[in-house]
Every structure is written in C-alpha cells, then in structure tokens.
C-alpha cells in the first residue's frame, strides 16, 4: 500500500498525522500538489509538484494510484474515480469512501453543485475540528492495520 494525498486542500494537522504514520509503519507517502510543499526528512515521505491547472494533482493521482492504495482527498469525483480503480478513498475529516457509497457521496456532491450554479447559497463545511482530527488518525489506524 501506498499513501497518495491530495495535499493542495489537506488540512496540516491531517498532514502531520500522516508524517507520523508514515513513520512508524514504513509506508511510502506522497503528497501531490501543484505548489512547493515541505515535508519532514524520511526515506517515506515525498512531496510531488505538478504544474499549475485545475485537477492537475488529481488526474496525477488518479494515473498513479493503484489497487489497493490509499488516496486522502476531499475531493469527491477524485475519490470516485480511485475507488473504481481499486483503491481505498478517505476524506480528511475520517469518512472512508469505497465502491458501496461513492455513488450516493457523487450524486450528492453533484446535487449540491448544481444548486450552487443555480444561485442557491448552500453554506460550506463546518471548520475543521479536534473531533474531525481523531476520526480521521482513527479511520487510518484502521485502514493501516488491515493493510498488513
């Protein structure tokens, strides 16, 4: 298994659990960006700038990302498009999306885009918190120890 982040929008303490991780299981970690980022020193992490555009890291993702890799992504059509090539998605906030609820979280993304187009305020996500953080170090707790 391979960690591959969507790290332009990744929370930093999202990205510090995953140093961490990375770490101590021995797993390659990726972040994909299309600006520089700064990653600690290990044999593990890596940081990949792509050129500037939209969905450029994700299409890059999405080409490297194989089965059975994780990919952190809040962004849902990214998401879609890894789980239908094997991989296991999960969103910063510790949701795990896999071939049976992609479609729902695709349909209601899509939904709710639509409605924004059409001039409807819809309001964002709620801020990041401390309860969003252990769900998300929880989820990938588990994610790694069936990995082995």
Known sequence: MNIWVDADACPSAVKDILFRAAQRVRIQLTLVANRPLRTPPSPFI????????FDVA???IAELAGEGDLVVTADIPLAAQVVENGAIALNPRGERYDRDNIRECLSLRN????MRGSGIQTGGPPAFSQADRQAFARELDRLLADSK
């Open 46 to 53: 890596r940081a990949m700038q792509v050129p500037p555009g």
């Open 111 to 114: 939904f709710m885009d639509e």
């Open 58 to 60: 994700d299409r890059r």
